[in-house]
């Protein structure tokens, strides 16, 4: 049974941090390419960063440059840094394995993120 557990969600003031955290299970971690995503109300999902297996990394435009993307393989384990938050970043965010060769996406349950000005 895969599953996709995020963490590190909250209330922070604008121009603050937090770290979020997306732990994995029951697949080979670093056979996929991990993605943050983010869904605020009303709007359609959309994808933040993503990880490839081998470390390569990119960003959507709006968040480059403010949040960093990483992954540890030891720990099955995908991490989104956000800096300097604004509040059009309040959204849910979402973890997603993604194994191009078998066409395999899992999603995990989303954790909330709000940004106070």
């Known amino acids: 049974q895969v599953q996709l557990v995020e963490s590190g969600g909250g209330l922070v003031q604008a121009g603050g941090s937090l770290r979020l955290s997306c732990a994995a299970s029951g697949i080979t971690f670093n056979w996929y390419t991990m993605g943050w995503y983010r869904q605020a109300p009303g709007k359609q999902r959309e994808l933040v960063a993503r990880i490839a297996s081998g470390g390569s990394t990119y960003y959507a435009d709006s968040v480059k440059g403010r949040f960093a993307i990483s992954r540890d393989n030891a720990k099955n384990s995908v991490y989104l840094q956000v800096d300097s938050l604004k509040p059009e970043d309040t959204a849910v965010y979402y973890c997603?394995?993604?194994?191009?060769?078998?066409?395999?996406?899992?999603w995990g349950q989303g954790t909330q993120v709000t940004v106070s000005s």
């Open positions: 997603r394995a993604y194994r191009s060769s078998t066409a395999s996406v899992y």
